[in-house]
């Protein structure tokens, strides 16, 4: 049985969902597209050939089986609970929220009204990222003791986005937050940071940041590090690693290609990937197939509701702990 999707909102990562959907997900359709901008919702039509529906009601009434919620993250709540009402599976892009109570409420409601809930955490399902945490679960290099995890944008994002963004701590770091958790399938219990702005001048004006050194304690006592950029002038780098009491597992910046010059003047390599579209395809392509076992009943890697409260909340301990110059505990479900 094919799964029929519907996708709200045709941004940029909903027109790269909309894609996949279309034309790479084996098993999965997309039947039915809102977008409220009429701009955007032409376009969509333009280039999906999707039957466009005229409000959020008339798609949640179109008979698909789930629903891509890839609009403004203040919608995402409301999105959720409409899933719920309407008894269908939901693929939610990050955060799950700007607020940690409204988030609580959608997966309560995702949970009560028995559907699947997942989030848009897909670098999680990166090849090199999943390898480092199926050998941490292995046992490859002992006890886990240290996490780094650097993340740096090849250049800011535009300035009238800053404002609605939510802040570095809930729009770039969330995906930090999830992989450390995800990559020793434990909780951070406690978030020390230290961060200022020096890259955007709007984020200062705004109270906001664009460098940050973010600490994290784990239960075990464990260690992490996340290291966080708006700005690189050498590309988009991502990269991992645990170190551990047998020795040290990491996943480092695939380049653009894999070809290296050399001469009497020294070694030259391609440049990184241009940004997170490019640098993730196949793991955004995995997180549907994902979405797919979760649904079927199968085992699946994906990150759930639970999982997009979870990173939320650290990224609400950054906030204050930022705010206010001290380590933070971290609240749970």
Not at 3 to 12: C, E, K, M, P
Not at 29 to 45: G, I, K
Request: contains cysteine.
């Amino acid at each position: 049985m094919t799964l029929r999707v519907g996708l709200i909102g045709y941004g940029r990562i909903g027109a790269m969902h909309a894609g996949l959907l279309s034309r790479f997900v084996d098993g999965a359709e997309l039947t039915a597209l809102y977008e409220p901008v009429p701009e955007a919702a032409r376009r969509a039509e333009a280039e999906t050939g999707v039957r466009i529906v005229e409000n959020e009601a008339a798609l949640f009434e179109s008979g698909i089986d789930a629903v891509a919620i890839c609009s403004s993250t203040p919608t995402h709540p409301r999105y959720i609970r409409m899933a719920a009402r309407a008894g269908i599976a939901a693929f939610c892009e990050k955060p799950i929220s700007l607020d940690l109570g409204e988030a609580a409420g959608a997966v309560e409601a995702a949970e009560s009204a028995g559907i699947p809930l997942v989030l848009g955490f897909n670098r999680r399902l990166d090849p090199g990222h999943r390898a480092v945490r199926d050998g941490v679960a292995r046992g490859e290099i002992g006890t886990p003791w240290q996490v780094v995890i650097i993340s740096r944008d090849p250049e800011p994002p535009p300035a009238d986005y800053l404002p609605v963004s939510g802040g570095l701590f809930r729009d770039m770091t969330i995906h930090d937050f999830d992989m450390a958790r995800y990559l020793l399938a434990e909780e951070v219990v406690e978030v020390n940071v230290t961060a200022t702005s020096l890259v955007v001048p709007e984020a200062a004006e705004l109270g906001d940041v664009d460098l940050a050194f973010i600490s994290l304690r784990y239960e075990s006592g464990a260690l992490g590090m996340i290291v966080n950029s708006r700005a690189a002038a050498y590309g988009y780098e991502q990269r991992i690693e645990v170190n551990g009491s047998k020795g040290q597992l990491a996943s480092v910046d695939p380049p653009l290609r894999h070809t290296r010059l050399a001469t009497a003047g020294g070694f030259s390599t391609p440049v990184l990937h241009h940004f997170f579209i490019e640098r993730y395809q196949e793991s955004y392509l995995q997180q549907w197939q994902e979405f797919l076992a979760l649904i079927r009943g199968e085992e699946s890697s994906a990150a759930t509701g639970r999982d997009g409260y979870a990173a939320l909340a650290l990224a609400e301990a950054a906030q204050e702990s930022h705010d206010t110059g001290r380590p933070v505990r971290v609240r749970s479900l």
